[in-house]
Nanobody, 118 residues
Framework: QVQLVESGGGLVQPGGSLRLSCVVS????????MSWYRQAPGKERELVAA??????NYADSVKGRFAISRDNAKNTVYLQMNSLKPEDTAVYYC?????????????WGQGTQVTVSS
């Protein structure tokens, strides 16, 4: 059974930091590209950061403030978020994807709420 379980969200003041974690099970973690997405109220879900095949990419809005990393031994992907702003408030989702023999496998976590407010 595939599971992606996020944790680490919460309420933080502007300028603060949070570290999100996503622990996965049910598939070969090291073979998957891992990403973090977020969705704010009334907005579309957007890519925040992605880690795939040694390549890392960030949305322009978080460059220099957020960092994605992964620990294949722990089947965990992290999102370190620094210098948080109110506009970072959203539900953050962990996402896994792999293409194999013409088929694409996609899995989402349940999301964790991040609220940046004074």
């Amino acid at each position: 059974q595939v599971q992606l379980v996020e944790s680490g969200g919460g309420l933080v003041q502007p300028g603060g930091s949070l570290r999100l974690s996503c622990v996965v099970s049910g598939f070969t973690f090291s073979s998957y590209a891992m990403s973090w997405y977020r969705q704010a109220p009334g907005k579309e879900r957007e890519l925040v950061a992605a880690s795939a095949g040694g390549s890392i990419n960030y949305a322009d809005s978080v460059k220099g403030r957020f960092a994605i990393s992964r620990d294949n031994a722990k089947n965990t992907v992290y999102l370190q978020m620094n210098s948080l702003k109110p506009e970072d408030t959203a539900v953050y989702y962990c996402y896994a994807e792999r293409s194999l023999y013409g088929r694409t496998y996609r899995y989402w976590g349940q999301g964790t709420q991040v609220t940046v407010s004074s």
